[in-house]
């Protein structure tokens, strides 16, 4: 089975505070993502990697910036933590290539509370 | 500018009656399509799928029709169950574009009743 895991199920951090959420993945997935999700607005994608050190911005990046400095482990940081940032991250695998399905597997989310 | 519509919020079924999901999408290079599932404080779980070259998978309860020319497709939950109650994602992917991104839409929040 595939296996995403998050460092932390919640996290209380200061407004201004940097702020680290790792994530590791199992299957050996070229592509790697970050959404947040927030009630009415559904998943939004806010940066993936289709490769080690390669990152690409999704629909939300701002405020926020990701390393990917291993294939299996993925990190989204913010930089400044600010209140709007109080949400629910969720962190996704898939395999690549156009012979894919392009399932993602998603981890069990990180609570962020920004006080 | 919503790529993937569910235009409804939230559904209200009594257990053992059919649940019926529905997602649009506006982008015709999309041609695989996906459903997921999530329970509060969980990630989302995969569900089922449909390529654009089909009409309808099947997995157990759950079937997904797909209506290329209306750009519709539905999930139905047969007999729905008391522990179907979650909120489910539809998702699109044009796979010969960006690496496998997929496009959800807001989630429709199921409610089964015993």
């Known amino acids: 089975d595939v296996k995403v895991t998050q460092s932390s199920r919640y996290l209380v951090k200061r407004t201004g505070e940097k702020v680290f959420l790792e994530c590791v993945q199992d299957?050996?997935?070229?592509?790697m993502f970050w959404y947040r999700q927030d009630p009415g607005l559904g998943l939004r994608l806010i940066y993936f990697?289709?490769?080690?050190?390669?990152?690409e911005k999704g629909d939300i990046p701002e405020g926020y910036s990701v390393s990917r400095e291993k294939k299996e482990r993925f990190s989204l940081i913010l930089e400044s933590a600010s209140t709007n940032q109080t949400s629910m991250y969720l962190c996704a695998s898939s395999l690549a290539g156009l012979a894919g399905s392009y399932e993602q597997y998603f981890g069990p989310g990180t609570r962020l509370t920004v006080t | 500018d919503q790529q993937v519509k569910q235009n409804s919020p939230s559904l209200s079924v009594q257990e053992g009656r059919i649940s019926i999901l529905n997602c649009d999408y506006t982008?015709?290079?999309?041609?695989?399509f996906l459903w997921y599932k999530k329970y509060p404080a969980e990630g989302p779980t995969f569900l089922i799928s449909i390529s654009s070259i089909k009409d309808k998978n099947e997995d157990g309860r759950f079937t997904v029709f797909l209506n290329k020319s209306a750009k519709h497709l539905s999930l139905h939950i047969v007999p729905s169950q008391p522990g179907d109650s979650a909120v489910y994602f539809c998702a699109a992917s044009a796979r010969g574009g960006s690496q496998g991104n997929l496009i959800f839409g807001k989630g429709t929040k199921l409610s089964v009743k015993p």
């Open positions: 299957m050996d997935h070229e592509n």
């Open positions: 982008n015709s290079m999309f041609d695989y």
């Open positions: 990697s289709y490769d080690v050190k390669m990152k």
